[in-house]
C-alpha cells in the first residue's frame, strides 16, 4: 500500500466553526507533514512530525493544531479560521532521518482536503 | 538563502516533441533534488530524485533529469511529450542540513497540444 489518504476532500466552514483534516498511511513512514498550497503555488511547509513528536513548526497560526496520535494517523484541527485560510492542505508522510542523519527520501502526497472558509 | 528557481511559469510543447523543464538550485552542501507533478485537484506525484551517483537519472512516466553541479541545475526531460503530460512541474531541493525542509521552486504549467 503506497497510499496516504485524505479525509475530508472538501470541507467548507464558517469562521466560528470546528473542524478536524484526517490523514492515514500504512507504508510505515514515521516521518508526516501537513502543507499548505494556494492555487497554481507550491506547497508551504507547516508541520512536520518524526517518530509521533512535532519537530518542525513553521511558526503557523494557533489557530491550526495538529495532532499524531499515531504512527499512521496525522489530525490538523481547524478553529476559528479566516477566509485567507481558505486553500487545498496536503499531508505526506516520508521514511524518517536516523538519529543525526537526514532522510533522503522522497515525500507520498495524499491528494489533498480542499478547504473553503466562508 | 536558499532557493529553488524554475525560471519558466509555462512551457509549451506540441505532443511528440521533447520536453525540457529547467529548474536551477541554490542550496548549500550537496542538495538532494526531486521532482513532483500535479495533475489539477489533485495531490503531489514523485517523478524523480538525484541523492548522489549517475547524473542521469531516470523516473516514472518515461522521464528523466539531468544533475550539472556546475551549472547548480536539475532539469527535467522526456524525449516525446504526451497530452497527458500537460501538469504542474515542481522542482525540490532538500539540504542535507535542512531535514524535513523541502525547498519546492515555483512551479512551471506543462501544455502539451495534440
Known amino acids: 500500500d503506497t497510499e496516504v489518504t485524505q479525509t475530508p476532500k472538501h470541507l467548507v466552514m464558517g469562521m466560528t466553526n470546528k473542524k478536524s483534516l484526517k490523514c492515514e498511511q500504512h507504508?510505515?513512514?514515521?516521518?508526516m507533514y501537513w502543507y499548505k498550497q494556494k492555487a497554481k503555488k507550491p506547497p508551504e511547509l507547516m508541520f512536520v512530525y518524526s517518530y509521533e513528536k512535532l519537530s518542525i513548526n513553521e511558526s503557523v497560526p494557533s489557530r491550526f493544531s495538529p495532532e499524531c496520535p499515531n504512527s499512521s494517523l496525522l489530525n490538523l484541527h481547524l478553529h476559528a479560521l479566516q477566509p485567507e485560510d481558505s486553500a487545498l492542505y496536503l499531508c505526506?508522510?516520508?521514511?524518517?532521518?536516523?538519529?543525526?542523519?537526514?532522510?533522503?527520501?522522497?515525500?507520498?502526497f495524499g491528494e489533498g482536503s480542499r478547504l473553503t472558509v466562508l | 538563502a536558499q532557493s529553488v528557481a524554475q525560471p519558466e511559469d509555462q512551457v509549451n510543447v506540441a505532443e511528440g516533441n521533447p520536453l525540457t523543464v529547467k529548474c536551477t538550485y541554490s542550496?548549500?552542501?550537496?542538495?538532494?533534488l526531486f521532482w513532483y507533478v500535479q495533475y489539477p485537484n489533485r495531490g503531489l506525484q514523485f517523478l524523480l530524485k538525484?541523492?548522489?551517483?549517475?547524473?542521469l537519472v531516470k523516473g516514472s512516466y518515461g522521464f528523466e533529469a539531468e544533475f550539472n553541479k556546475s551549472q547548480t541545475s536539475f532539469h527535467l526531460k522526456k524525449p516525446s511529450a504526451l497530452v497527458s503530460d500537460s501538469a504542474l512541474y515542481f522542482c525540490a531541493a532538500l539540504s542535507p542540513r535542512g531535514w524535513g525542509k523541502l525547498q519546492f521552486g515555483a512551479g512551471t504549467q506543462v501544455v502539451v497540444t495534440p
Open positions: 505526506a508522510s516520508s521514511l524518517a532521518g536516523t538519529s543525526g542523519g537526514v532522510n533522503t527520501g522522497e515525500l507520498f
Open positions: 542550496v548549500s552542501g550537496n542538495p538532494y
Open positions: 507504508m510505515g513512514h514515521r516521518a
Open positions: 538525484y541523492i548522489t551517483g549517475d547524473n
